[in-house]
């Protein structure tokens, strides 16, 4: 123990916290005369640059109004649970500590901030010998970095937890034993409970080396990872699998589309930095070692480009899931970079260039120009104008939104401690799913805000257009519990065996123009719908816990799965799937 704790102090030795220097490296020999002690510290002390990150993503935080993610995981935080369908709890735990201090657009991000700027001094640490001017100055330059820098989302813990991973992972080379196993298992833990994407670097360091299998240390962080998230795989359990049948079944596109690939190849890589990641990334590819914590980052780096080129067979890859590349990138790439001397005044300069632009886009961020119609520019503008309009209109009335975009940035910036209920009809799940808050509001009147319907126009976030429509008697959306008991096939008959339960039973009468609706499909592909009026069903079966046998009728094709939703007429739309059954 006495070695391994030796071992980590060197490592976090304060000389060279902020100096780009060896910490065995003799005082002596920094020193120097008082003109190159100048220009060293100005040239490579990292403390003014983590200083200026710091400082211009508080002013960004201040400065803006929250995107319409971060409105979500801050509902999240009003909800605190071991899970949710869209991730896991860390991001709505650091909100709800950050927002202990204010509940404020700082209050919300104030965590995120000072995890990206700890994530950017244990990278910096990971790149020595790379010159602070040159790793902070690349790292203004790109794009990614940027924008999570000031935001909440769950990349930003997962970046942070990523780079101490990695940090610790060293370490545990170094000296495998029991106090650097549990330390490692714990990182683990907390970047799996950031965002699912941590999976990825296990399985990718894993394969790197798999000598790790024949270590008992290796099993000792296995366990004390799988202690710490039990709680999380108990609730997905209780809750019947929420995030896996989201993100490996619900996502994917029915089918493929070249765009997708292209969209990757094309966009992915210049979204983290139009010139410093392409450069990063030939350099990363053409620097070898058989250092086994260098082979472990080229593993993650490639790997996980080609997991995610893979993904693309499912639909779009959005931007920010590769965040998990930029350790990778950054510590091989300055490995590789600082050998190539007389590409270093080109390189550099090409990263002012894209420095300023990037202080171009933060101010346009903080105050958008009318004329400029880009809506990401806009994303971070207009939602408390948004929801004054909206509950000025509503008065007395409770609202509901249709997206859990709107829902969320309408309670954050609504008054008082009101959550306002999505409903997501003809929209993807979410955790409005599971929370189910609309169920009180059934046979009321509310205010519908949507971008469907007829009503009253304001204007949303992103300068969209969005209609207020008053629902005299509000049905019940979030009401019903569906389960598919069997599904038999008689020659060309389908006939569905099935229970649904209303919970709210008052809200029978609310039912008419409601239809249960059955989709079958093969292979992702539609072949047959099928409408049940609900409310006869309910009627015709006064025990609602009693199997409901329900006709089909022919189909040419065996459908390979069956799904069930709600269609309602007062919405014009259908609700998310109810329920599912594989054939």
Same mark, same amino acid.
Request: charged residues 15%; glycine residues 6%; hydrophobic residues 45%.
């Given at each position: 123990?006495?070695?391994?704790?030796?071992?980590?102090?060197?490592?976090?030795?304060?000389?060279?916290?902020?100096?780009?220097?060896?910490?065995?490296?003799?005082?002596?020999?920094?020193?120097?005369?008082?003109?190159?002690?100048?220009?060293?510290?100005?040239?490579?002390?990292?403390?003014?640059?983590? %200083?200026?990150?710091?400082?211009?993503?508080?002013?960004? !935080?201040?400065?803006?109004?929250?995107?319409?993610?971060?409105?979500?995981?801050?509902?999240?935080?009003?909800?605190?649970? =071991? +899970?949710?369908?869209?991730? #896991?709890?860390?991001?709505? !735990?650091?909100?709800?500590?950050?927002?202990?201090?204010?509940?404020?657009?700082?209050?919300?991000?104030?965590?995120?901030?000072?995890?990206?700027?700890?994530?950017?001094?244990?990278?910096?640490?990971?790149?020595?010998?790379?010159?602070?001017? /040159?790793? /902070?100055?690349?790292?203004?330059?790109?794009?990614?970095?940027?924008?999570?820098?000031?935001?909440?989302?769950?990349?930003?813990?997962?970046?942070?937890?990523?780079?101490?991973?990695?940090?610790?992972?060293?370490?545990?080379?170094?000296?495998?034993?029991?106090?650097?196993?549990?330390?490692? +298992?714990?990182?683990?833990?907390?970047?799996?409970?950031?965002?699912?994407?941590?999976?990825?670097?296990?399985? %990718?360091?894993?394969?790197?080396?798999?000598?790790?299998? @024949?270590?008992?240390?290796?099993?000792? !962080?296995?366990?004390?990872?799988?202690?710490?998230?039990?709680?999380?795989?108990? =609730?997905?359990?209780?809750?019947?699998?929420?995030?896996?049948?989201?993100?490996?079944?619900?996502?994917?596109?029915?089918?493929?589309?070249?765009?997708?690939?292209?969209?990757?190849?094309? +966009?992915?890589?210049?979204?983290?930095? #139009?010139?410093?990641?392409?450069?990063?990334?030939?350099?990363? %590819?053409?620097?070898?070692?058989?250092?086994?914590?260098?082979? &472990?980052?080229?593993?993650?780096?490639?790997?996980?480009?080609?997991?995610?080129?893979?993904?693309?067979?499912?639909?779009?890859?959005?931007?920010?899931?590769?965040?998990?590349?930029?350790?990778?990138?950054?510590?091989?790439?300055?490995?590789?970079?600082?050998?190539?001397?007389?590409?270093?005044?080109?390189?550099?300069?090409?990263?002012?260039?894209?420095?300023?632009?990037?202080? &171009?886009?933060?101010?346009?961020?903080?105050?958008?120009?009318?004329?400029?119609?880009?809506?990401?520019?806009?994303?971070?503008?207009? &939602?408390?104008?948004?929801?004054?309009?909206?509950?000025?209109?509503?008065?007395?009335?409770?609202?509901?939104?249709?997206?859990?975009?709107?829902?969320?940035?309408?309670?954050?910036?609504?008054?008082?401690?009101?959550?306002?209920?999505?409903?997501?009809?003809?929209?993807?799940?979410?955790?409005?799913?599971?929370?189910?808050?609309?169920?009180?509001?059934?046979? *009321?009147?509310?205010?519908?805000?949507?971008?469907?319907? *007829?009503?009253?126009?304001?204007?949303?976030?992103?300068?969209?257009?969005?209609?207020?429509?008053?629902?005299?008697?509000?049905?019940?959306?979030?009401? /019903?519990?569906?389960?598919?008991?069997?599904?038999?096939?008689?020659?060309?008959?389908?006939?569905?065996?099935?229970?649904?339960?209303?919970?709210?039973? @008052?809200?029978?009468?609310?039912? @008419?123009?409601?239809?249960?609706?059955?989709?079958?499909?093969?292979?992702?592909?539609?072949? @047959?719908?099928?409408?049940?009026?609900?409310?006869?069903?309910?009627?015709?079966?006064?025990?609602?816990?009693?199997?409901?046998?329900?006709?089909?009728?022919?189909?040419?094709?065996?459908?390979?799965?069956?799904?069930?939703?709600?269609? %309602?007429?007062?919405?014009?739309?259908?609700?998310?799937?109810?329920?599912?059954?594989?054939?």
């Amino acid at each position: 123990m006495h070695n391994v704790l030796k071992s980590f102090k060197r490592r976090l030795d304060f000389s060279a916290l902020f100096l780009n220097t060896d910490p065995s490296e003799s005082a002596n020999t920094r020193s120097g005369t008082p003109q190159t002690f100048k220009k060293q510290l100005i040239g490579n002390n990292a403390l003014p640059y983590l %200083f200026v990150w710091l400082l211009i993503n508080l002013v960004t !935080a201040a400065s803006t109004e929250l995107y319409s993610d971060e409105a979500y995981y801050w509902v999240f935080s009003r909800f605190l649970d =071991w +899970g949710y369908l869209d991730h #896991p709890p860390m991001i709505a !735990a650091i909100i709800k500590l950050g927002t202990l201090f204010g509940d404020s657009e700082v209050g919300v991000r104030i965590i995120p901030i000072l995890l990206s700027t700890g994530a950017l001094w244990l990278l910096y640490r990971l790149s020595q010998p790379v010159p602070a001017k /040159f790793f /902070f100055v690349t790292v203004f330059s790109m794009l990614s970095l940027n924008l999570v820098g000031f935001m909440s989302v769950p990349d930003v813990p997962l970046l942070f937890f990523a780079v101490l991973f990695y940090y610790c992972y060293k370490g545990y080379l170094e000296e495998p034993s029991t106090i650097s196993g549990i330390i490692l +298992g714990v990182v683990v833990a907390a970047l799996i409970y950031s965002k699912y994407h941590g999976i990825l670097i296990i399985f %990718f360091t894993i394969l790197s080396n798999p000598g790790l299998l @024949k270590q008992s240390t290796f099993y000792l !962080a296995a366990g004390v990872a799988l202690i710490l998230l039990f709680p999380h795989i108990l =609730w997905q359990v209780q809750n019947d699998y929420p995030s896996l049948q989201y993100h490996l079944v619900d996502r994917g596109a029915s089918t493929y589309k070249l765009i997708y690939t292209l969209d990757y190849l094309l +966009g992915n890589i210049p979204y983290h930095g #139009p010139w410093a990641s392409l450069v990063l990334l030939v350099a990363a %590819f053409s620097y070898n070692s058989k250092d086994l914590w260098a082979k &472990a980052l080229k593993w993650n780096l490639i790997g996980t480009l080609i997991f995610f080129l893979l993904t693309t067979s499912k639909g779009y890859v959005q931007a920010n899931w590769t965040l998990l590349i930029v350790v990778p990138l950054l510590v091989l790439g300055f490995r590789k970079l600082m050998q190539w001397t007389s590409f270093h005044k080109i390189y550099l300069r090409m990263c002012y260039v894209f420095l300023v632009a990037i202080v &171009a886009v933060r101010a346009l961020i903080i105050s958008p120009l009318a004329s400029i119609k880009i809506e990401r520019l806009w994303e971070f503008q207009g &939602a408390e104008q948004f929801a004054t309009e909206v509950f000025d209109q509503a008065g007395d009335l409770p609202v509901v939104a249709n997206s859990y975009q709107d829902a969320s940035l309408l309670s954050f910036y609504g008054t008082g401690d009101r959550i306002v209920p999505s409903l997501n009809i003809n929209s993807r799940s979410n955790q409005f799913d599971l929370w189910a808050l609309d169920g009180p509001l059934c046979g *009321e009147s509310v205010l519908f805000a949507n971008n469907y319907l *007829e009503g009253d126009k304001v204007i949303g976030r992103k300068l969209s257009q969005k209609i207020l429509t008053l629902i005299s008697s509000f049905p019940p959306v979030a009401a /019903f519990e569906v389960k598919i008991v069997e599904v038999t096939k008689k020659q060309s008959d389908l006939t569905l065996v099935m229970q649904i339960h209303l919970t709210n039973t @008052k809200c029978l009468e609310e039912l @008419k123009g409601t239809s249960l609706k059955v989709d079958l499909w093969k292979d992702n592909n539609l072949i @047959k719908t099928h409408y049940e009026n609900i409310e006869s069903l309910l009627r015709s079966n006064s025990d609602q816990h009693e199997p409901i046998t329900l006709l089909i009728g022919q189909i040419e094709n065996q459908p390979d799965h069956i799904s069930l939703s709600v269609y %309602f007429e007062e919405f014009k739309g259908t609700t998310n799937t109810l329920a599912r059954k594989d054939l």
